[in-house]
């Protein structure tokens, strides 16, 4: 009898097994919804946090909104943004060793800085861009490093050599490798929404520049590169300008008087006194004009 009883238990219990492996996954999901549910929102809430930190620029487009004007202008600050994108005063400069709009724009760019910042003083280079360039042995200055005074900072990096055909570490770039290359190396020390802006304006947006309404910096297209940017952030929004701020014939492209600038140690009497007008400096005004833009923009914190 109780040999009978087993057997029975176990016809039961195999036919139980039968009916739970038919179960169908809404019978699953059904028994067991209070799992799937969290194991669910574990899922969605990685990829949220994933997302956000990806594209951090975009994240909150109630407080990090950007416009980008189309064509994007040349030489001009535009502002992109009501919002500042830090909680201090920044200046991002990204440009290339021999560039002579970067060389041109840098006086005026030091002498706004130095204003905020007086240590820059002690951290440029005199120098000349490149010597086979359209705009030959352009006077200017290289940063050397980021500064701050704890309110205002200025972050700089040059994303190619002296002739734009290799990087600043020395790894050769070919000509139609210069815009990807120089992305990659602006995205590997920037913060993202500075290389998510150059990438957007530069290689995705019309040119004003451009007839045919192509980016000023297209990606894969051999003789392009990234073009020198300054990005200030700021309480008064966030700008962006890139090329040059006036015409680089209004700056000597003389190298040897140029040299005169770059030899000689009283250099600041020759470019940097806002008082100052050499003959073959041709035009100083637009240099403290220059200044006086970026300083009207910065804004005050201290």
């Known amino acids: 009898m109780s040999n009978r009883k087993y057997s029975k238990t176990k016809k039961a219990q195999a036919a139980e097994r039968e009916v739970e492996s038919k179960k169908t996954i809404p019978d699953l999901f059904k028994e067991n919804r209070k799992l799937f549910t969290v194991i669910a929102a574990v899922i969605i809430a990685v990829i949220l946090v994933s997302v956000s930190l990806e594209f951090n620029i975009f994240k909150d487009n109630a407080t990090n909104s950007v416009s980008i004007p189309n064509p994007f202008p040349w030489g ?7 919002n500042n994108f830090g909680n201090q005063i920044h200046f991002y400069w990204i440009s290339w060793y021999g560039c002579p709009i970067g060389a041109a724009n840098s006086w005026g760019l030091y002498l706004a800085v130095q204003e905020h910042i007086p240590s820059i003083s002690s951290d440029i280079t005199l120098h000349t861009s490149d010597p086979y360039d359209a705009a030959p042995g352009e006077p200017g200055l290289l940063f050397n ?15 190619y050599n002296q002739y734009h055909n290799a990087t600043t570490a020395g790894t050769p770039i070919s000509g139609n490798q210069l815009v990807s290359v120089g992305l990659q190396e602006v995205n590997s020390t920037e913060p993202l929404f500075i290389s998510s802006m150059i990438y957007t304006i530069q290689t995705q ?13 297209p990606i894969g297209a051999s003789g392009y590169h990234l073009v020198t940017t300054l990005i200030i952030t700021g309480p008064n929004g966030a700008y962006y300008m890139q090329g040059p701020a006036f015409n680089l014939a209004d700056l000597t492209t003389d190298p040897s008087v140029a040299s005169q600038y770059l ?3 009283a250099y600041e009497n020759y470019v940097l006194s ?3 007008v050499d003959s073959n400096m041709k035009n100083i005004g637009v240099i403290t004009d220059y200044m006086g833009e970026i300083n009207t923009i910065v804004g005050d914190v201290s």
């Open 76 to 82: 001009s600050f535009v502002k992109i943004s009501d």
């Open 145 to 159: 490093g980021d500064v701050s005074n704890g309110n205002y900072y200025f972050s700089t990096y040059y994303m």
């Open 205 to 217: 947006t019309p040119s004003q520049t451009s007839s045919t309404g192509a980016p000023i910096a």
């Open 263 to 265: 030899n000689n140690p």
């Open 274 to 276: 806002p008082n100052y």
